[in-house]
């Protein structure tokens, strides 16, 4: 568990960072959160020689509102993410999605850049950038270029990015539609997906089905042809390729992406109808919340579970406000 030894290098600026790659090439690797990087170093799976941090590139750490898409800069923690007020307005599947990422901890540190680049399939927002159609800005010596996603991502953990380019911005185009949905079935609330699927507007993408983020184009096309979600994603496996592990079996996860895609379907079209943005005030506050934000009593509360603080009475809890329970904010 103690990695191969390295040179550290921190990087202030982007120009800087490719300087840095450019002189130590291929023995050379940026590091933005290390929550991927680091357990591979660990477990002596990736040796660099040099580590180029990329922490101190705060002005690629944004989201935007640019008219028809939103610009994420790459070095974007999860948790930043998560609860942006632009992104749960106008990109509720990306906010809630990365809400599923990993343990607070872990979207804390954690960047969208580097869970983008990084190219597991396991992982949740490469998936949900997929059904989202976003464009992926690289830098390098050459300059800037752009990349869709559907092109991005070439094996386990390829991508087309050199290795001497820097992944700065993500771009996602504004959804048409209200309805969208974000399944993910794991193990335990902070691990990985063994299958999950995002949809947005007809577009379906899934999570750990090959050796990629998939778009599920079979469902796609069913439902383009006016199929209903229980129909459509009959075809939900079809032209995936599935691990068959310790955590699942390949039949086992086609099963679970049937079920899934249905899930997300219908909660996507039930959304749709209702057009509920996520960070709206749910309409039917429990009485006791009401009474006690009004008065401002204290509420108990029992703890985290999947990164949402639940309330409730009862013994061994700990004592919050209303706020506290993050009730108000979902
Ligand atoms: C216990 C645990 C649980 C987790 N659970 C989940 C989960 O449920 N869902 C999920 O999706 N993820 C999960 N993750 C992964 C987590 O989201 C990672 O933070 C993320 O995948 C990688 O982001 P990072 O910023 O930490 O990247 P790093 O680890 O720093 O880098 C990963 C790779 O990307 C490259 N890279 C990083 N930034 C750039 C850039 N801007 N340009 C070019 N290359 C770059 C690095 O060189 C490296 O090769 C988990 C991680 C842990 C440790």
Redesign the pocket.
């Known amino acids: 568990m103690i990695p191969s030894s390295f040179t550290y290098k921190r990087a202030g600026s982007a120009e800087e960072a490719l300087d840095l790659i450019a002189e130590h090439g291929e023995d050379a690797?940026?590091?933005?959160?290390?929550?991927?990087?680091?357990?591979?170093m660990k477990l002596r799976l990736?040796a660099?020689e040099v580590i180029?941090d990329?922490s101190g590139l705060a002005d690629?750490s944004y989201i935007a509102d640019q008219g028809s898409h939103v610009a994420i800069g790459?070095?974007t923690?999860?948790h930043d993410v998560e609860h942006s007020e632009l992104l749960g307005r106008q990109l509720p599947l990306l906010a809630h999605a990365a809400s599923?990422?990993?343990?607070p901890q872990?979207?804390h540190?954690?960047?969208?850049?580097?869970?983008?680049?990084?190219?597991?399939p396991?992982?949740?927002?490469?998936a949900v950038l997929l059904a989202l159609d976003a464009i992926l800005v690289?830098r390098g010596p050459g300059g800037e270029r752009e990349i869709e996603i559907g092109d991005f991502f070439q094996g386990l953990?390829e991508t087309t990015?050199e290795p001497d380019?820097?992944?700065?911005e993500i771009r996602v185009p504004k959804p048409a539609s209200a309805g969208w949905s974000f399944q993910?079935f794991?193990q335990r609330g902070?691990?990985?997906?063994i299958v999950g699927c995002a949809a947005q507007d007809g577009k379906v993408a899934l999570?750990n089905m090959g050796g990629t983020p998939l778009r599920a184009t079979a469902v796609e096309s069913a439902l383009a042809g006016g199929a209903s979600p229980a129909e459509a994603a009959a075809h939900a496996a079809a032209g995936t390729s599935a691990a068959d592990d310790i955590r699942a079996t390949r039949a086992y996860r086609e099963h679970l992406a049937r079920v899934l895609v249905a899930r997300a379907l219908t909660e996507a079209n039930s959304r749709s109808l209702s057009r509920t943005p996520r960070h709206a005030t749910p309409t039917h506050p429990p009485p006791l919340f009401m009474i006690a934000a009004r008065f401002g009593w204290y509420l108990p509360v029992s703890g985290h579970h999947h990164g949402v603080r639940r309330c409730g009475a009862g013994r061994g809890r700990r004592w919050g406000t209303m706020e506290a329970c993050g009730y108000a904010a979902r």
């Open positions: 690797k940026f590091l933005a959160g290390g929550h991927s990087l680091l357990p591979l990736a660099p180029i990329l690629l790459a070095l923690r999860h599923r990422v990993g343990d872990i979207r540190r954690g960047t969208i850049g580097g869970s983008v680049a990084h190219a597991d396991a992982s949740d927002l490469p690289a953990f990015l380019e820097l992944l700065t993910k794991a902070l691990d990985w997906a999570v």
